[in-house]
């Protein structure tokens, strides 16, 4: 089972921390972010660490191939007046997970701020192919599913597809769904079954390479993009169990993005445990307040 969480990543252990993390959470694969996601401040990668982290996972059985790095949210390629930083910034961090041995690399379409859909896509595509031309690597960048708050790109598969079609590497691009996005941009994730068939004829299974395992604190429509601990929410445990157990998604990295309990208590080894089990537990987040064994 490929589940994980978000976890830490600092200037000192780097990514030492983070799958130090990870296996305490009892992960096999996990995301992180290479520095801080609102800011551009970057420590220079220790290729000493990273080896150390290399064999900390293949002595815990977690997939380096597996394990994706998010970009920062400070990157907005729909939003023209800041396509050279976005530009910039995002092969910064393609070169850095590079190093890192990492092969997928999750980002947010983008804010269109006012000059509407197609124009935002416009200058999406525009940012990939500036910032993949050239680019010999093997990064993926995956697109990620948004709720549709404010003016995001990205709310609905066929916009995905646009962006897609119009970039030039092709190769280089895949998703990332995240099931609260998905939710409340209005998909029907409970029929699972359906979404994956509209998911294959409008974009391709095969260009899907990581879930965002999130459940919901909003109805499906809303727009809110607010996430909620697994099975606590209104999608619910019984609908988020099907994406972990899918046949047709067993393959692909799911990472949980859900709410540290009290902004305090990392919920990940608790939730990872509550899935292998592929039971519901209601008093689960008191457990996790009170530290409780489940």
Do not use: W
């Amino acid at each position: 089972m490929l589940i994980g969480s978000h976890v830490s990543f600092d200037k000192e252990e780097q990514l030492v921390k983070s799958v130090k993390e990870a296996i305490s959470y009892g992960s096999t694969t996990f995301m992180f972010y290479t520095g801080a996601p609102q800011n551009t401040n970057r420590s220079k990668i220790k290729d000493e660490k990273t080896k150390e982290a290399i064999r900390l996972m293949q002595d815990n059985n977690i997939d380096i191939d597996k394990v994706i790095v998010h970009a920062p949210y400070i990157i907005n390629l729909a939003n023209l007046a800041n396509l050279d930083f976005g530009v910039r910034f995002l092969k910064e961090e393609l070169e850095r997970s590079e190093q890192l041995g990492i092969k997928y690399i999750v980002l947010h379409p983008g804010s269109h701020v006012g000059v509407g859909i197609e124009e935002g896509i416009k200058n999406i595509i525009l940012g990939l192919n500036t910032t993949l031309k050239n680019y010999q690597g093997d990064i993926k960048i995956l697109l990620e599913t948004m709720a549709g708050k404010g003016t995001e790109i990205g709310s609905k598969l066929e916009e995905l597809k646009q962006i897609i079609d119009g970039v030039d590497q092709k190769e280089k691009i895949g998703v990332c769904l995240d099931t609260c996005h998905l939710n409340d941009s209005g998909y029907d994730v409970d029929d699972i079954d359906n979404l994956l068939i509209e998911v294959d004829n409008i974009i391709g299974l095969d260009k899907v390479y990581c879930i965002h395992l999130n459940d919901s604190k909003n109805d499906k429509s809303s727009h809110k993009d607010r996430h909620e601990n697994f099975g606590f929410g209104r999608i619910g445990f019984d609908t988020l169990i099907k994406y972990v157990y899918h046949p047709k998604l067993e393959h692909i990295p799911k990472i949980l993005e859900t709410p540290y309990i009290d902004k305090t208590y990392p919920p990940y080894r608790y939730e990872i445990k509550m899935i292998q089990g592929k039971k519901f537990l209601s008093d689960l987040i008191e457990k996790i307040r009170k530290k409780e064994e489940i």
